[in-house]
């Protein structure tokens, strides 16, 4: 039988399940203040066993704000640049 996760969890979110911010407070990694890094967030994403499939989905899907993958949104605004110039 399926769980509840899986049957709400489109498969290419189901890396979710296994998030080390799973349960964690949104608002570690979405910090009030414009540009402002969240340590914390990074340092979870540090340990996060799924943070390159979430740094992957975060780039794909433009997310603007927050932390994902361990990227802020300054980071991954300059890795979508770096990979422009290198397909340029
Ligand atoms: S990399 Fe960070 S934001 Fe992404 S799933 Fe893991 S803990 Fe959550």
């Known amino acids: 039988m399926a769980s509840v996760f899986s049957d709400l969890v489109p498969p290419a979110q189901r890396w ?4 080390a911010c799973r349960g964690l ?7 009030d ?3 402002e890094t969240s340590d914390l967030a990074v340092e979870i994403c540090g ?10 989905y975060a780039l794909s899907n433009r997310e603007k704000a927050g ?15 770096q ?5 340029a």
């Open 16 to 19: 979710r399940a296994d998030a």
């Open 25 to 31: 407070q949104a608002d570690i990694f979405f910090p």
């Open 33 to 35: 203040e414009d540009g």
């Open 47 to 56: 340990a996060c066993p799924v943070s390159d499939r979430c740094l992957s």
């Open 67 to 81: 932390v994902w993958g361990g990227a802020t949104e300054r980071e991954r605004r300059r890795i979508i640049r």
């Open 83 to 87: 990979a422009r110039r290198k397909t």
